[in-house]
């Protein structure tokens, strides 16, 4: 039976996100990778044939974990309403429990070198874009949203007022407070309260 490769893609992205959440992503270079992992600088142009390919993983394993939470507490609960406080909850929750991803979800993907990524890496990116839209569009309908300034309303409640609340201690080093994620929960339930139906 063949053994497992030592260096894998996983173990390579974690020594990528380390660096990443500890000096940004101009720190995340082929061979301070190979360097944080121990590995063979040829162990990493194996997994990944160049530092785009590189960064273009580490952005989309961290967007994509994060995501499947938000999701699922999204589509946990029959009131809409609920279910867009759990998804403010599981921003703040997500943050504090998996700190290094949330520090790297601070930049962008273009930090992360989105303007020369290759075609696979800009579809999977566009799934997971359409499918926030859909889960978005499928809560704007249950609260009744309508119109351009209700939608944005709910971007607003739901993704970026929960992101607010975990961004300063995210950026600073301080901890995330204990009550974070009520201050979230209250956030996103009073903006919602008058939309829609």
Same mark, same amino acid.
């Given at each position: 039976m063949a053994r497992p490769p030592l260096y894998?893609?996983?173990r390579l992205l974690d020594a990528a996100l380390?660096?990443?959440a500890g000096a940004g992503p101009p720190a995340v270079t082929m061979a301070a990778v190979a360097k944080a992992a121990g590995a063979p600088?040829?162990?990493?142009?194996h997994r990944f044939p160049s530092r785009t390919a590189l960064l273009a993983e580490l952005w989309l394993r961290t967007v994509e974990g994060f995501q499947e939470g938000w999701f699922a507490a999204l589509? !946990?609960?029959?009131d809409p309403r609920d279910a867009a406080a759990?998804?403010?909850r599981h921003v703040v929750a997500w943050s504090r429990g998996n700190r290094p991803e949330a520090v790297v979800l601070l930049y962008g993907a273009e930090d992360y070198g989105r303007a020369d990524w290759s075609q696979p890496y800009l579809r999977?990116?566009?799934e997971g874009h359409r499918r926030v839209s859909e889960a978005l569009a499928t809560l704007g309908k249950s609260l009744g949203?309508?119109?351009e300034l209700e939608r944005d309303q709910l971007t607003l409640a739901v993704i970026d007022l929960p992101l607010a609340v975990v961004? !300063?201690?995210l950026r600073t080093g301080a901890p995330i407070p204990a009550r974070a994620e009520e201050l979230a929960e209250r956030s996103t339930r009073a903006l919602l309260a008058g939309l829609g139906r």
């Amino acid at each position: 039976m063949a053994r497992p490769p030592l260096y894998d893609m996983n173990r390579l992205l974690d020594a990528a996100l380390e660096l990443a959440a500890g000096a940004g992503p101009p720190a995340v270079t082929m061979a301070a990778v190979a360097k944080a992992a121990g590995a063979p600088s040829g162990s990493v142009y194996h997994r990944f044939p160049s530092r785009t390919a590189l960064l273009a993983e580490l952005w989309l394993r961290t967007v994509e974990g994060f995501q499947e939470g938000w999701f699922a507490a999204l589509s !946990g609960h029959r009131d809409p309403r609920d279910a867009a406080a759990a998804g403010a909850r599981h921003v703040v929750a997500w943050s504090r429990g998996n700190r290094p991803e949330a520090v790297v979800l601070l930049y962008g993907a273009e930090d992360y070198g989105r303007a020369d990524w290759s075609q696979p890496y800009l579809r999977r990116a566009g799934e997971g874009h359409r499918r926030v839209s859909e889960a978005l569009a499928t809560l704007g309908k249950s609260l009744g949203v309508e119109g351009e300034l209700e939608r944005d309303q709910l971007t607003l409640a739901v993704i970026d007022l929960p992101l607010a609340v975990v961004r !300063g201690p995210l950026r600073t080093g301080a901890p995330i407070p204990a009550r974070a994620e009520e201050l979230a929960e209250r956030s996103t339930r009073a903006l919602l309260a008058g939309l829609g139906r």
